[in-house]
Every structure is written in structure tokens, then in C-alpha cells.
């Protein structure tokens, strides 16, 4: 059944839908789960990603801000070079094009960074960050009374 | 369950607002509650390692 909703939700272009001309905040609102869902999955590739991003510089206030919150909620579950590969795309954008969601999203990419960062090097395994990558964020390693608070940050 | 779900397609293309709202809101409790049955059928297989446990009938059929 677990499957079966995975490419139903394929097969029928939901995200595509709710993304789409007939797109409406109150949907987009609504269908966060539905997209980390499909990112948990793997049916949400970093192409994909990248034509959300287009998307919601296309759109204007609340409908930029609700496609800018489900990527939030997307950056975090993702690896650390899929953040960096994200991250890339907003460094690409235009000055003119960040606002406070954008600076949301930066927010978000970088506190699953530092989380990253501070995971045990074996449960983190292949996609552990390396230092020199770390380094071009300009994030710090912090001590471990700021990093709990942003692990506590993260929970609440 | 297709029978019900092909009705949600129908539904999030509707130009109605309220059936497309119930669209999304079904769809997203459906999808809570078949991650809720994968992680309680992976937990029962990591009680018993090894053991060949199939998945209940409700949660292959349709």
C-alpha cells in the first residue's frame, strides 16, 4: 500500500498539480507532508528542487512564501551536499530576488548543516560533510551548549 | 482504497476550492497514516531479525 501511494502520487503528477497554473496557497499550505513524502521517497530529485525554486521566484507574496516554507521543511531532510546543492541555488539568485524567506530558508539550510556537522562521523556515514565544505559556508563548529540549543531550536 | 483515491484525483482538478481542499487534506492523512503502518511493520520486522514476516493483508491489497 505504501508503494502504491508513492506512484500513485507519481503517476498522477500531484506535485505538478499543486504547483501548477491552478496552484492555490491554501493547497500549497496544506501539502507540505505531500511533498516531503515524495522526497523521502526519492520521487523528488534536486532537478525537481531547482524547478520549485524557479517556481516560487516566479510567484508573488504568500504564494512565493508557502513554496518557499515547503522547501524549507524539505531542506531538512536532506544530506548535507544536497543542502549544498541548494544552497548554490540561492547563492545564484539576485539580490533583489531575497527577502525574509529566502533568509528563512538560509536559516533552515544552515542550522541542518551545523546538526550535520555535529552528527558522529559513522552516523552520518558517505554523505558526512567535509571540513573544507564547511568552511565555505563560513558556519563554525560552536560549543556544545549552542549546539543543543539548536538541536532544541530544531525540535520545538 | 483506488476506488476512493482516483476520486481525490478527480477532486484536486476540480475548479472547486472546497473539494480541492478536501483533496489535499485526504491525501495528506492518508499518506500519515500509510507511513505510520511502515514504520509499525518495520519495527516488527526488527523485533524477530531473520524471520520472514509478510506484511498484513490490509497492508498489500487495495
Avoid at chain 1, 544552497?87 to 529566502?102: P, S, V, W, Y
Avoid at chain 2, 507511513?35 to 524471520?51: C, I, T, V, W, Y
Amino acid at each position: 500500500m505504501y508503494r502504491n501511494y508513492i506512484e500513485w502520487l507519481v503517476k498522477n503528477e500531484i506535485a505538478g498539480i499543486l504547483l501548477g497554473e491552478s496552484s492555490h496557497t491554501e493547497l500549497l499550505r496544506r501539502s507540505s507532508a505531500l511533498f516531503r513524502f515524495l522526497f523521502r521517497n526519492k520521487r523528488l530529485t534536486m532537478d525537481n528542487i531547482d524547478q520549485i525554486c524557479k517556481i516560487a521566484l516566479e510567484k508573488h507574496d504568500t504564494h512565493r512564501k508557502y513554496i518557499l516554507k515547503i522547501l524549507s521543511d524539505l531542506a531538512e531532510l536532506m544530506n548535507p551536499s544536497e543542502l549544498q546543492e541548494l544552497f548554490q541555488k540561492i547563492k545564484e539568485m539576485g539580490a533583489q530576488e531575497i527577502d525574509q524567506d529566502i533568509l528563512q530558508l538560509i536559516k533552515t539550510i544552515g542550522n541542518n548543516i551545523t546538526i550535520h556537522l555535529h552528527k558522529p562521523k559513522e552516523a552520518s556515514g558517505s554523505s558526512s560533510m567535509n571540513g573544507a565544505a564547511s568552511e565555505s559556508y563560513g558556519f563554525g563548529r560552536g560549543s556544545s551548549a549552542s549546539r543543543k540549543k539548536r538541536v532544541m531550536l530544531k525540535v520545538f | 482504497m483506488y476506488k476512493e483515491i482516483s476520486d481525490i484525483s478527480s477532486c484536486l482538478k476540480s475548479q472547486y476550492m472546497d473539494k480541492r481542499m478536501y483533496a489535499v487534506t485526504t491525501l495528506v492523512e492518508k499518506i500519515a497514516e500509510a507511513e505510520r503502518n511502515q514504520e509499525d511493520f518495520e519495527k516488527l520486522k526488527n523485533l524477530n531479525p531473520g524471520a520472514d514476516i509478510k506484511p498484513p493483508h490490509w497492508f498489500t491489497t487495495e
